[in-house]
């Protein structure tokens, strides 16, 4: 009896040695932050670029949990969420307070219901519910944002269900942003669920250098606008972007992705033709595609862009390279991404304002030169045959996608 009291009094002592031990090692100065622990990795989440749909660029500040139902309702009866899109994101300004205790709450007058009743109704469509907070104290949209309180967000939205954070970079001041966006990825970890971490610090500390090991994907550019090319207030036009984000293929891969910011499809900004640009160019970069419309006034023809399988197939590919321009002749561009079945796809991109003629060859999808390959057109949903090059005429601001597959694949693949 005398022996196992002193052996329960010598646990409970090593308990209260080693919490002590651990909460020194977490105030200590010496510390390794978390961003420069060289064993550091993300959570091993998003796969293939994260697709879905987010309440900003078409509702700003006016979002509610009407609005965001409907779009989960939308997405199931639109068949968008079996062509991929699974996250509803609710970006900012749904937020209300902090309570008493420092947690946050939502705006009552937006969210009547609550976040966890909105997100527990998101699930039952069969999707994934996501959410927006900021690295700051304010959001952009001058909300509380989680700077000191990351571990206490991280845990509410693991109440919550939340399965996707975006993470804003508004009222940062003087923080080191590397340090920052570990630090509430750490608070995700802890709060044991897996959430995918969406870092939105607009390409300003060149979060491709650093965020693989912190989040799954990172923005790379300043704020996307329904437009073609050009700033109009702070927002760049899809073929600014496209430039922007083109040459950081090298950082992309599964599970960390470039983001080029999200869909303005149906927005009413652009044309058809530029819309099915903006969706192609998208795929081509291996980009997240996360869908800014309203769902519920949807043409056709947008849902023929939105719901196009084959220009996902490619978006979504497993190998998860991202592609790149491999020619350039004025506005007539050559774009190329290797896939998983040892093909390629290739976009022939018409920059300007009046129909052109492009070329291409096996060659600069990289194949051999005069390599003989099955070809078909992702737009037209038409196989045209085998080449190994050809020349083909582009609408203005137009684009040919095509999926290009080695005769020996074919072979393989037809069986
Ligand atoms: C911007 C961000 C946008 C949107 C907005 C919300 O910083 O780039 O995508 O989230 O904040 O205020």
Redesign the pocket.
Known sequence: MMMMRALGRFAVAVMVLLQSTLASAQLDPNRTPPSLDPARTANGLAPTPPMGWNS?NRFGCEVNEAIVRKAADRIVATGMAGAGYRFVVI??CWHGKRDGAGFITADPARFPSGIKALADYVHSRGLKFGI?SDAGAM???KRPGSQGHEYQDALTYARWGVDYL?Y???YTGSRNAEEAYALMAEALKASGRPIVFSI?E?GQNQPWKWAARIGNLW?TTG?IGDHWQGKRDWRLGIVDIADLNEPLAAYAGPGHWNDP??LEIGNGGMSDTEYRSHFSLWAMMAAPLMAGNDLDRMTPALADILLNREVIAVDQDRLGRQGRRVSRDGDAELWARPLADGGAALLLFNRGSRARAIDWSAADAGFAPGARLGVRDLWAHRALGSASGGRLTVAPHGVIMLRLTPASAERTHRG
């Open positions: 900003w970006d900012d927006y959001t952009c949209g975006k804003d970079w508004c939105c607009w923005r704020d910011d999200m």
